[in-house]
Nanobody, 120 residues
Framework: QVQLVESGGSLVQAGGSLRLSCAASGRIVSVDTMAWYRQAPGKQRELVALITGAGSTNYADSAKGRFTISRDNAKSTMSLQMNSLKPEDTAVYYC??????????????WGQGTQVTVSS
């Protein structure tokens, strides 16, 4: 059994900052690409940022220059530092990871989501 647990979502004023965290747990052998997605009300889930096992990163245009994704491979954790937040960043943020677990092999996993609300 593998679980992803997000934390750090909150209500913040426009221009403020938040740091989201995601922790993977279970009988993990290896964690490949990890990513943050978000879903605003009435909209499709979209990729915000991803980071490969080697540390390469990719960002949505909306996140470039404001968000920074990072990971700690030893702890199987990932973070998203979000600065200069805008009301349009309001969404539920989901952690995603491609993980190999004992007895299961490679699978995609999602966290339960954490709410980020940016007030104007």
């Amino acid at each position: 059994q593998v679980q992803l647990v997000e934390s750090g979502g909150s209500l913040v004023q426009a221009g403020g900052s938040l740091r989201l965290s995601c922790a993977a747990s279970g009988r993990i052998v290896s964690v490949d690409t990890m990513a943050w997605y978000r879903q605003a009300p009435g909209k499709q889930r979209e990729l915000v940022a991803l980071i490969t096992g080697a540390g390469s990163t990719n960002y949505a245009d909306s996140a470039k220059g404001r968000f920074t994704i990072s990971r700690d491979n030893a702890k199987s954790t990932m973070s998203l530092q979000m600065n200069s937040l805008k009301p349009e960043d309001t969404a539920v943020y989901y952690c995603h990871a491609y993980i190999s677990a004992i007895g299961i092999g490679w699978n995609n996993y999602w966290g339960q989501g954490t709410q980020v609300t940016v007030s104007s």
